[in-house]
C-alpha cells in the first residue's frame, strides 16, 4: 500500500521568503500524487498535482513541486510566502493499485510572519 | 458548477444518539468518498462508494457506521449510538466516473460534536 509522510507538522517563514514543505511517499508502482491546502473550517482545495510526464508541476497561488523519483519526494515550493498562504497543507497519493481512494499525510500548518 | 455539498455544516448529537450526515456530489460525478479528520490530525480514509455500490469500506469501522450511495439522492453517512470519540470532522470528496488519476473535489465538511 501507499503512504506519504510530511516532514515537519508546523513551518514559519517570514513574508516574502522562500516556502519549502517537505513530503515523501512511499509506492510500488508509479504513484499519482497531490498537494491539497485546508483553510479553516473549510474542505480541501487542490493546489496541484502529478501524474505523468513533466516532473515540475505547477499549480495554483503560485506554488510548484518536483517529483524526485530517485529520492522519493514530491516537495512543495512558493518562492515568495504570501500572508494569505497560511493554512494547512496536505500531501496525498492514490491509496493502491486500482483504487481511486488517496492517503494523506498527516499535514504541515504553515504561519507566515509579517 | 456547484461543488461538493455537505449538510449539516455544524452537527451537536448526545451519547447514544444516531448521526446522519449528508453528501452531494458535483454534478456529473458518481463517485464518492468519505474521509474523518481527528483535531491537529491528518484525513483518514474510511469507504468509497459509486452508485448503489460500496467499492473499499477498508477505513470503516467495524461496528455503528455505515454509508450508502442511492440510486437517487445524496450519499449518506451513518453513525449510530455515537461516543464522544466519534466527536470529528467529516469530509466527503468526489471524482468523476473511471478516471483514475483524477483529483478529489472535496466539500466543507460536517463538524460532527457529541457530548
Known amino acids: 500500500a501507499q503512504s506519504v509522510t510530511q516532514l515537519g507538522s508546523h513551518v514559519s517563514v517570514s513574508e516574502g521568503a522562500l516556502v519549502l514543505l517537505r513530503c515523501n511517499y512511499s509506492s510500488s508502482v508509479p504513484p499519482y500524487l497531490f498537494w491539497y491546502v485546508q483553510y479553516p473550517n473549510q474542505g480541501l482545495q487542490l493546489l496541484l498535482k502529478y501524474t505523468t510526464g513533466a516532473t515540475l508541476v505547477k499549480g495554483i497561488n503560485g506554488f510548484e513541486a518536483e517529483f524526485k523519483k530517485s529520492e522519493t519526494s514530491f516537495h512543495l515550493t512558493k518562492p515568495s510566502a504570501h500572508m494569505s498562504d497560511a493554512a494547512e497543507y496536505f500531501c496525498a497519493v492514490r491509496k493502491d493499485t486500482g483504487r481511486r481512494a488517496l492517503t494523506f499525510g498527516s499535514g504541515t500548518r504553515l504561519q507566515v510572519q509579517p | 458548477n456547484a461543488g461538493v455539498m455537505q449538510n449539516p455544516r455544524h452537527l451537536v448529537r448526545r451519547r447514544g444518539q444516531e448521526a446522519r450526515l449528508r453528501c452531494s456530489p458535483m454534478k456529473g460525478h458518481s463517485h464518492v468518498y468519505w474521509y474523518r479528520q481527528l483535531p491537529e490530525e491528518g484525513l483518514k480514509f474510511m469507504v468509497y462508494l459509486q452508485k448503489e455500490n460500496i467499492i473499499d469500506e477498508s477505513g470503516m469501522p467495524k461496528e455503528r457506521f455505515s454509508a450508502e450511495f442511492p440510486k437517487e439522492g445524496p450519499s449518506i453517512l451513518r453513525i449510530q449510538q455515537v461516543v464522544r470519540g466519534d466527536s470529528a470532522a467529516y469530509f466527503c470528496?468526489?471524482?468523476?466516473?473511471?478516471?483514475?488519476?483524477?483529483?478529489?473535489?472535496f466539500g466543507n465538511g460536517t463538524r460532527l460534536t457529541v457530548t
Open positions: 470528496a468526489s471524482s468523476p466516473d473511471g478516471v483514475d488519476n483524477s483529483p478529489l473535489h
